[in-house]
């Protein structure tokens, strides 16, 4: 058969079946008037060599798999040096993977001090927010998912912070406690869930924070005993978000959400994990005072909690 009706068969193109030809590894025939005659036999090599690639093997490197057939065994990996081929392959293979890791490591480590670098500047010196939020966001509804905490007692839970310390919600301290509860922080070097910007409410947990940051100190003389922020992001995770955004207070660690399911609060499903919604919560003396929610715009909540907090002083 002529070159095309081989490639063809053997489900390759003429410029491949001529490359293997010029390695050596398909050897046509030559007819009397110089045209080359491929054979089943052509086509099948073909076809082995293709399957062999798709594997990783490079094309030069196939000759032992080609051998086999050629000494009459029905695989071409039925022969030791098949076998060592596949090796051979296992082994460079696990070479690339080993180096291409080592860069992945070595980006995301230069990816987390650029953002870091960019993100922190010297105390006494205003931080500039580089996370702005988009304009146009979905707003938040109510839909009175908060409705019953006014008046509730919190339950005995303790949760981490990120300063190492065990927070007791039903005791946290004489006076007002404000704890703004988020979905979980943005990081320069982590992607956010798929469409998180058109989930109403889930964008602006930076933002947030800062304002709680910026106002920090007004919202202890306006009564707030203690502040904390609250997500179910690991200790680890928030810690980096404390150190980054400098932040003056602790946040707490509820990676289970045992204050939703003792609280039934709202809560979402996005990129695969359940989050909170965003709501803030003032107690007073282990009760839940006031409720905030839904929050909007978040850059913008801690002027309202200080709004609150002057207008109804202890």
Not at 70 to 95: F, K, M, N, V, W
Not at 114 to 121: D, G, I, P
């Amino acid at each position: 058969m002529r070159i095309g009706d081989a490639a063809r068969r053997a489900g390759a193109t003429v410029k491949a079946v001529r490359y293997y030809e010029a390695l050596g590894l398909v050897t046509p025939v030559r007819l009397g008037n110089g045209y080359r005659d491929y054979d089943e036999h052509d086509v099948r090599i073909v076809r082995e060599i293709r399957a062999l690639s798709r594997l990783g093997i490079p094309v030069e490197l196939t000759r032992p798999f080609l051998d086999c057939i050629e000494s009459g065994r029905p695989h071409p990996d039925d022969c030791p040096a098949s076998l060592a081929g596949y090796q051979d392959a296992i082994d460079d293979l696990t070479r690339r993977i080993d180096e291409l890791s080592d860069r992945r490591a070595a980006l995301v480590r230069q990816l987390h001090e650029a953002a870091h670098r960019n993100s922190t500047v010297p105390r006494g010196e205003p931080v500039h927010d580089f996370t702005r939020l988009p304009a146009r966001l979905p707003v938040p509804q109510d839909d009175g998912a908060c409705d019953h905490l006014p008046g509730l007692a919190l339950p005995r839970v303790g949760l981490t912070d990120t300063d190492g310390r065990t927070v007791r919600l039903d005791a946290p301290g004489p006076g007002r406690t404000v704890i703004y509860v988020y979905p979980l922080t943005g990081r320069p070097d982590r992607d956010l869930p798929e469409g998180w910007d058109s989930i109403p409410g889930a964008r602006g947990c930076t933002p947030e924070s800062c304002g709680f940051r910026d106002h920090h100190e007004e919202l202890v003389e306006a009564g707030a005993g203690r502040v904390f922020g609250l997500s179910c992001q690991d200790t680890a995770y928030q810690r980096e978000v404390v150190e980054r955004l400098r932040l003056p207070f602790a946040i707490l660690s509820d990676p289970d959400l045992r204050l939703a399911d003792e609280l039934k609060l709202p809560t979402f499903e996005a990129g695969g994990q359940r989050l909170f919604r965003r709501l803030t919560l003032v107690l007073r003396d282990g009760v839940v005072e006031h409720v905030f929610y839904p929050v909007f715009p978040p850059d913008r909540h801690a002027e309202q909690v200080l709004g609150w907090l002057r207008a109804h002083p202890a």
